[in-house]
């Protein structure tokens, strides 16, 4: 039985917090001008799933955060973690220094993430990470004596981050074309999305015939090419597209066939995100890189990581010499709150046997949107463990999608907001990314919101 909704409420265009706010803070990822009309939240404290308003109201987290807050809001655990640290030592400089927080959360990531990735480089986001993971896989090359490599292949649809090295193996146009002029040129392979799979092709034969495009690609410019990048099992901000594990074990013999570095991408789906710790896992891959951020800290502190092996490591171990070494630093690296807040999310997802639970909330959340298959303007329901998406569309026979101006996510975005539910949508493609401590009551809250939501802006 859902939980009921709280009661329903028109949210004001302005609080006095809301009202200063706009006078002063421009906002990531936001055209400013549609707070005219959309309501900017002021959020004066959290606790699990839910998010307060100033007034009291509440608004139930349905995308932990921008898929930081795995655990749910204050986690007493992290909270009491950070507190003793804070009382031990807030920060010191990773350079020529080091910290028990910042040694045993390298440990503890070497010992989990698949075999082989043995060192582990700090940043301090997840668009770093992804900077320090193109950059350590050209400079190897370079090291090698190979300079001639300076290209990367990654996927249609993808996203990796925003600063101009991640912008430029993005593809997603609503990113990425403003600062063309300024990005790396990359080579772009079809996406094993299955969605996009061809008139009686299951996603095993989509991902297997996307992994031919590879190899065409590979077999005429592995040449010039450092590493391949991906995000495995889902393309986040590209609209939650989803592929096959299969993709995973295929790219992986062809990176090695063609002798060029596999990045994985796991910052949004790492961490139990897809039914196991990592998505690598079930492709059964160990990557050359690792990318890990969002939920590492449980959603308190900016943290990043880069875990790869120790034949690159050793390509920039020698003497002093201009060139070798990697030169590539944070002010705030392996900063030790935040490392301290890393270690306590690991043990809480050791300990208390979350993704287990994850488990079965996926199962309830999947029975829960399976009626939506049925939906005139859903043309696909789906779903990675606990990541799920609904595409919207105007025809459901032929999936063509709405006008872009209708803006179809924003209205259920919208609705949500009035009932008490974060839904910030990728477009017309309404997704749910809880936080694990989401109960099957909240879930069933969280979708009738959505389908309510639907209704309304398909009308």
Known sequence: MSQPPPPHFHVPAHTDLAARDLAVVWHPCTQMHDHETLPMLPITRADGAWLYGDDGRRWLDAVSSWWTCLLGHRHPRIVAALKDQLDRLDHVMLAGMTHAPAVELAEALVAITPAGLERVFYADNGSSAIEVALKLSFHYWRNLGSG???????????YHGETLGALSVTDVPLYRETYAP???QPLFAPSPDAYEAEPGENAVDCAQRRLGDMRALLERHAHETCAVIVEPLVQCAGGMRMHDASYLSGLRALCDAYDVHLIAD???????????????????IAPDFLCLSKGLTGGTLPLSAVLTTADIYAAFYAEYTAGKAFLHSHSYTGNPLACRAALETLAILREEKILERN????????????????????????????IAALELVADKATRRP????????????????????????????????????????????????AIDGIELAVR
């Open 182 to 184: 300024l990005l790396l």
């Open 266 to 284: 796991e910052i949004a789906v790492g961490f139990g995100r897809t039914g196991t710790l990592f998505a690598c896992e079930q492709g059964a």
């Open 359 to 386: 488990r079965a909330l996926a199962v309830h959340l999947a029975a829960r949107l399976a009626p939506l298959g049925d939906h005139p303007h859903v043309a696909d329901v789906r779903q990675t463990g606990m």
């Open 402 to 449: 709405f006008a872009r101006n209708d803006r179809r996510g924003l209205r259920v975005y919208r609705h949500g907001l009035e009932r008490g539910a974060i839904l910030r949508p990728l477009g017309d493609v309404v997704y749910f990314m809880p936080p694990y401590c989401i109960t099957p009551d909240e879930i069933d809250f969280m979708v009738d919101v």
């Open 148 to 158: 001639e490599r300076r290209r990367f292949i990654a996927l249609r649809g993808g």
